[in-house]
């Protein structure tokens, strides 16, 4: 099946700096990939997905690329801020939505 | 997306009683997951809430174990049975949207002790 792997676990980075966290997935058949923001105490968020007819995609300060070749797509997070802190999943999925497999998160720390 | 609701937020239970949790959502939903999050782990997959039928569970899960009941396309529970302190963790329920989609809600935050 599916394998997710994400890096690094932590991270830690100045407010107003860019973080960036990646993955790799072990399926060539996966086409589905979001992106989840999970906040103590809450639900992971889905905050943005791609598809594997598409590069890169851009949602205000948020982006993700991916790389079907090489099969690792990542998200860039610029001019962070310290609502940013949470933890991130990201996930492939190769069919439909009952497939998905997540990587084992980043916690992302953003220091005022 | 969608709004979805889980009842209890959290709970402390002792070993070897059973704890019921619900899933309710705003509109009528295809797809209905129940996934299992150990402390500062990943999500993983117990079991797909199928309407009108038994649920679809992942390896490692079972029904004796993790019972799921899903009435209608709007609500869903699963039972955590004769539990243990491994139990202890979130348990988030989530939506299907679309082809691939998922949303989760706030999830159960269970501490067997």
């Known amino acids: 099946g599916e394998n997710v792997e994400q890096h690094p676990s932590t991270l830690s980075v100045q407010e107003g700096d860019s973080a960036v966290i990646k993955c790799t997935y072990s399926d060539s058949a996966s086409n589905y990939f979001p992106w989840y923001k999970q906040e103590l105490g809450k639900g992971p968020q889905l905050i943005i997905d791609i598809r594997s007819n598409v590069g890169e995609k851009k949602d205000q300060r948020i982006a993700v690329t991916l790389n079907k070749t090489a099969k690792h797509f990542s998200l860039h997070i610029t001019e962070t801020q310290p609502e940013d802190s949470a933890v991130y999943f990201c996930a492939a999925s190769i069919r439909n939505n009952n497939d998905m497999r997540f990587g084992a998160g980043t916690r992302l720390t953003v220091k005022p | 997306s969608a709004v979805i609701s889980q009842k209890p937020s959290r709970d402390i239970c002792q070993r070897g009683t059973s704890l019921t949790i619900q899933c309710q959502v705003d509109s009528q939903v295809t797809m209905m997951f129940w996934y299992r999050q150990q402390p500062g782990q990943s999500l993983t997959l117990i079991a797909t809430?199928?309407?009108?039928?038994?649920?679809?569970?992942e390896s490692g899960f079972v029904i004796d174990k993790f019972p799921i009941s899903r009435p209608n396309l709007t609500f869903s529970t699963l039972t955590v049975s004769n539990m243990s302190p491994e139990d202890s963790s979130i348990y988030l329920c989530?939506?299907?949207?679309?082809?691939?989609?998922?949303?989760f809600g706030p999830g159960t935050r269970l501490t067997v002790t």
């Open positions: 989530s939506v299907g949207r679309g082809t691939y989609e998922q949303y």
């Open positions: 809430a199928n309407q009108g039928s038994e649920a679809t569970y």
